[in-house]
């Protein structure tokens, strides 16, 4: 099976250096701005979970909409917040066909290889080729990854955060219907989907869940959380932390406000955080 797990989730921001800045105050290390074909980013990442998969976050502002691969411009034409799933796949190409076999289409798939200076002199260069559905064919807009150099997300100078957050263990949805979106996910990703509140789904072999909650169940879990009736999003994502009590006084520091709902969680609201909720939970 070439889908593997969900390997990053991509935040869309009107202002690279302000969001970088604001994770960054957060406690995130952030690495510097990198240039795409109409695009701009600036990662946190974390210690990979399971071969060929990565796990880090994606802060993306779109540059150039005539340069950038499609559907980019269409899927960052939103508020700045969570816009996109992607997964990793062993084999981009094999993706791509099996998903247009199912009936998805995907175009080609793309091959992409980049200089990132570091800020110290040092310049890497990222390979990856990327299968791109076309949008408006999943609840939440996701494509797949395939890296050819995943050992530069996992630099130990990356890795590292301050407010002890660890790794990605979920991405946070709503949706008036969580079991029939999860339901869009099983055969494109060979999903295991389990639980009720939220409905969990994961990719592959991977360990990464979408966690879809209804709205009701959002704002029960995540109070200070808005959500209407028929509210159908990525929100944000979870976070492990190896020592729950220091990541909350980190944050606790800035101005952020986190909200601790049991003794092993708190969360971070959007508006604290570039549009992202952040969930921290303690590892297991």
Same mark, same amino acid.
């Given at each position: 099976?070439?889908?593997?797990?969900?390997?990053?989730?991509?935040?869309?921001?009107?202002?690279?250096?302000?969001?970088? +800045?604001?994770?960054?105050?957060?406690?995130? *290390? $952030? &690495? @510097?701005? !990198?240039?795409?074909?109409?695009? #701009?980013? =600036? /990662?946190?990442?974390?210690?990979?979970?399971?071969?060929?998969?990565?796990?880090?976050?994606?802060?993306?502002?779109?540059?150039?909409?005539?340069?950038?691969?499609?559907?980019?411009?269409?899927?960052? +034409?939103?508020?700045?917040?969570?816009?996109? *799933? $992607? &997964? @990793?796949? !062993?084999?981009?190409?094999?993706? #791509?066909? =099996? /998903?247009?076999?199912?009936?998805?289409?995907?175009?080609?798939?793309?091959?992409?290889?980049?200089?990132?200076?570091?800020?110290?002199?040092?310049?890497?260069?990222?390979?990856?080729?990327?299968?791109?559905?076309?949008?408006?064919?999943?609840?939440?807009?996701?494509? @797949?990854?395939?890296?050819?150099?995943?050992?530069?997300?996992?630099?130990?100078?990356?890795?590292?955060?301050?407010?002890?957050?660890?790794?990605?263990?979920?991405?946070?949805?709503?949706?008036?219907?969580?079991?029939?979106?999860?339901?869009?996910?099983?055969?494109?990703?060979?999903?295991?989907?389990?639980?009720?509140?939220?409905?969990?789904?994961?990719?592959?072999?991977?360990?990464?869940?979408?966690?879809?909650?209804?709205?009701?169940?959002?704002?029960?879990?995540?109070?200070?959380?808005?959500?209407?009736?028929?509210?159908?999003?990525?929100?944000?994502?979870?976070?492990?932390?190896?020592?729950?009590?220091?990541?909350?006084?980190?944050?606790?520091?800035?101005?952020?406000?986190?909200?601790?709902?049991?003794?092993?969680?708190?969360?971070?609201?959007?508006?604290?955080?570039?549009?992202?909720?952040?969930?921290?939970?303690?590892?297991?």
């Amino acid at each position: 099976m070439s889908i593997l797990d969900i390997d990053h989730l991509m935040i869309k921001t009107g202002d690279l250096s302000a969001a970088g +800045d604001r994770f960054a105050e957060l406690g995130f *290390t $952030v &690495t @510097a701005r !990198s240039e795409m074909p109409g695009l #701009a980013n =600036r /990662l946190i990442c974390f210690d990979a979970m399971i071969p060929g998969a990565c796990n880090y976050i994606e802060i993306m502002q779109l540059t150039d909409p005539a340069s950038a691969p499609p559907p980019m411009p269409r899927v960052l +034409d939103a508020p700045d917040g969570p816009v996109s *799933t $992607v &997964t @990793a796949t !062993s084999d981009a190409d094999a993706t #791509a066909a =099996r /998903l247009n076999a199912a009936g998805i289409r995907v175009p080609p798939p793309v091959s992409i290889r980049r200089d990132w200076p570091l800020g110290t002199g040092e310049v890497i260069s990222p390979a990856f080729r990327v299968a791109i559905p076309l949008t408006g064919q999943a609840p939440f807009y996701w494509n @797949a990854c395939q890296h050819h150099t995943p050992q530069h997300y996992t630099r130990p100078e990356f890795t590292r955060h301050a407010n002890h957050a660890r790794q990605m263990i979920g991405v946070v949805a709503v949706a008036p219907d969580p079991a029939a979106v999860a339901a869009a996910y099983r055969q494109p990703w060979a999903a295991r989907i389990e639980g009720e509140a939220p409905v969990r789904v994961t990719a592959g072999p991977g360990r990464v869940a979408l966690r879809i909650h209804t709205p009701d169940q959002l704002i029960r879990a995540c109070p200070g959380m808005m959500a209407g009736a028929d509210d159908q999003r990525l929100a944000g994502l979870v976070f492990a932390t190896d020592d729950i009590d220091a990541a909350f006084a980190r944050i606790d520091a800035t101005d952020a406000r986190p909200v601790r709902t049991a003794p092993g969680r708190f969360h971070v609201l959007p508006h604290q955080a570039n549009g992202c909720l952040m969930i921290f939970e303690g590892m297991a």
